[in-house]
């Protein structure tokens, strides 16, 4: 009986222990977005300028990311905590929102968002953003690869923003 309870405790130890570390996890990377506060600009992987500011916003509960470029381009994402998760709305050119839930990299330089949901996806629309791996090379230079589907689940678009830090 006494190595069932043994048992039982260590089981419950290493379930919160692997919670405590997926929160720490989401909320490491929502520091590392928060670190990208500020104005960027660069070129997208067709030599197009972009513009790309970061704000933190409402009390530091969430980061904006505003994308200016072509008119094509202009775009918002919001990143905030959701518990243990970081989550992400982006508000796309497309018309529609998809989320997506965010990870970071053992080594803490790359946080990649996949494909959670969409909302207000209408057949008329091309598709939707299915995944965002924004890379920090270092605290001055970072890079979004951004991925489209079209509405057959087929990847329509790849773009990548190389940005450096002007402010």
Same mark, same amino acid.
């Given at each position: #009986?006494?190595?069932?309870?043994? @048992?039982? %405790? ?7 222990a692997t919670a405590a570390? @997926? /929160? ?6 929502? =520091? ?11 070129? !997208? ?8 500011? &970061? ?16 008119? =094509?381009?202009? #775009? ?11 989550? #992400? $709305? ?9 989320? #997506? ?10 946080? $990649? &968002?996949?494909?959670?949901?969409? !909302? ?9 953003? /299915? +995944?965002?791996?924004? $890379?920090? %090379?270092?605290?001055?230079h970072h890079t979004e ?5 079209? +509405?057959?689940?087929? /990847? +329509?678009?790849?773009? !990548? &923003? ?6």
């Amino acid at each position: #009986m006494k190595s069932i309870r043994i @048992a039982l %405790v260590s089981l419950f130890a290493i379930f919160f222990a692997t919670a405590a570390l @997926a /929160q720490s996890n989401s909320q490491a990377a929502f =520091e590392k977005l928060k670190s990208l506060q500020g104005s960027w600009a660069g070129k !997208t992987s067709e030599g197009r300028e972009v513009q790309v500011s &970061f704000r933190v916003v409402s009390g530091g509960s969430a980061v904006m990311s505003e994308i200016q470029g072509e008119s =094509e381009i202009n #775009m918002i994402t919001m990143f905030h905590l959701d518990g243990d998760r970081l989550l #992400m $709305t982006h508000y796309c050119g497309a018309g529609n929102q998809p989320r #997506m839930v965010g990870t970071m990299s053992p080594d803490g330089k790359t946080l $990649t &968002f996949n494909f959670l949901d969409v !909302t207000n996806l209408l057949s008329t629309q091309p598709g939707h953003m /299915q +995944q965002l791996i924004v $890379t920090i %090379v270092d605290p001055n230079h970072h890079t979004e690869q951004w991925d489209f589907l079209n +509405q057959d689940g087929k /990847q +329509q678009h790849h773009e !990548t &923003f190389d940005v450096r830090r002007t402010k």
